[in-house]
């Protein structure tokens, strides 16, 4: 690969870094960290292990065949694809709701007195819909790449000055993890997100596309997959470190997280502050909401940007040959995303972490099902043999969907006969 080629590739897996570094580094991580201590470590980076086939499978299949996730799920048959937008449609709600909540309770704390969560939401997401319907693609592209460089830079920095500090927690405040229920409910809703849920495989796939069409240098599959893995090692590099921060400050202290998001969003910015110095404080809360802004932001994008070529593929006269890359079933599936985000976070609210937790374990429960339909295209007929996964990765793609399966089926078997 050529230097100057790997850079003019970057751009999709920073994408996906973008939307995965959220809620699953700023608030699950640093949870684990603060209720486990150190504990969670060797777990999740094995999560990000067995998880790494089914993301790795999107820019795999899009850079070898020239077409999407989506695309491919269709030569499955149209039950697949079917499938696919039944398990969108149950969880893409309170997935943006709780990345929405987190970043409308960043605003909040940063800037009190204004409005309360459910307006900052509404604002966030109104700000939010003008710029992914006027910015698209290439505003994200260009602006990520900054956003995540600040973030990592000010994170390795606070553990750093954590790490010097010792960890001594206070032994009558120490909790273990025992492997009941109770704490592998919560580690399924860490690990729902850790790095983040599969779906985004699919608008990977996209932005894969995306990046094809929007430069002169179209990416090689090698290319592609060197993007994808700058991002993909970034993020299991960064969920250690908010981990390692929640268990150096609040692990062992008698102190735990507020499930109310203005509350919480000062205890995350005071991990940063009381370990950097409060000259600190600006340069952490910028980091904070561009980071929690762009992880929204990307949703926002990437929600209509798959739901209508997937309603395209189902209901082919609904296509129309236009370039426009925003139609009338573009602004449906926006209005319906903005609609339903706005009534859970409006009606349904009981907590910041209890609306997490909720979305996270969903992204859990269908990770097999989304997994297993990733490995069934990328080893399509379609696929040159050459760009398929070698025999290493299909290996661990069935320990990833055992391990994923199993937990999921003792969460559910708990939930129906032992609750």
Not at 23 to 29: I, K
Not at 31 to 57: D, W
Not at 98 to 107: D, N
Not at 208 to 215: C, L, N, T
């Amino acid at each position: 690969m050529k230097k100057r080629n790997i850079i003019n590739s970057l751009g999709p897996g920073l994408l996906w870094a973008g939307a995965a570094i959220g809620v699953s580094h700023l608030v699950q991580s640093t949870r684990a960290g603060a209720i486990y201590g150190f504990q969670l470590v060797a777990i999740i980076l094995l999560i990000n292990l067995i998880k790494y086939p089914f993301f790795e499978f999107g820019p795999r299949y899009a850079s070898s065949t020239g077409e999407s996730l989506l695309h491919g799920y269709r030569r499955l048959g149209k039950g697949a694809l079917i499938l696919y937008l039944i398990l969108t449609i149950a969880t893409m709600f309170t997935l943006q709701a709780a990345i929405t909540v987190v970043t409308a309770g960043l605003f909040s704390y940063i800037f009190p007195n204004s409005f309360n969560i459910t307006l900052w939401a509404a604002l966030i997401l109104s700000i939010a819909t003008i710029i992914v319907v006027f910015g698209k693609y290439s505003f994200l592209d260009k602006i990520i790449k900054y956003i995540i460089i600040v973030l990592a830079l000010s994170t390795i920095i606070a553990v750093v000055s954590a790490f010097s500090r010792g960890f001594n927690p206070n032994p009558e405040y120490i909790r273990n993890f025992n492997w009941d229920f109770t704490d592998i409910a919560l580690l399924i809703a860490i690990a729902g997100w850790m790095p983040s849920a599969i779906d985004i495989s699919v608008w990977h796939s996209f932005w894969s596309i995306a990046k094809r069409k929007a430069g002169k240098h179209i990416p090689t599959v090698k290319e592609s997959l060197f993007d994808f893995n700058v991002g993909y090692i970034g993020t299991a590099i960064l969920s250690i470190g908010f981990l390692s921060l929640g268990a150096l400050v609040m692990y062992g202290s008698g102190e735990s997280f507020s499930s109310n998001g203005t509350a919480f969003a000062g205890q995350l910015i005071s991990l940063f502050t009381s370990n950097l110095g409060t000259w600190s404080y600006a340069f952490i809360a910028i980091a904070a909401l561009t980071t929690m802004s762009s992880t929204t932001l990307t949703c926002l994008d990437a929600y209509p940007r798959v739901l209508r070529p997937a309603t395209e593929l189902l209901f082919p006269k609904l296509k129309k040959n236009d370039k426009d890359t925003w139609n009338w079933l573009s602004w449906f599936w926006l209005g319906i995303l903005l609609t339903g985000t706005m009534l859970i976070i409006s009606f349904f609210l009981k907590g910041m972490s209890f609306l997490v937790d909720i979305a996270t374990t969903l992204s859990f429960l269908t990770a097999p099902i989304l997994g297993y339909l990733n490995l069934r295209v990328v080893t399509g007929k379609n696929v040159p043999i050459e760009h398929q996964p070698k025999k290493w990765l299909r290996i661990l793609s069935w320990i990833g969907l055992t391990v994923l399966s199993g937990f999921s089926v003792y969460y559910i078997f708990w939930r129906i006969f032992l609750t």
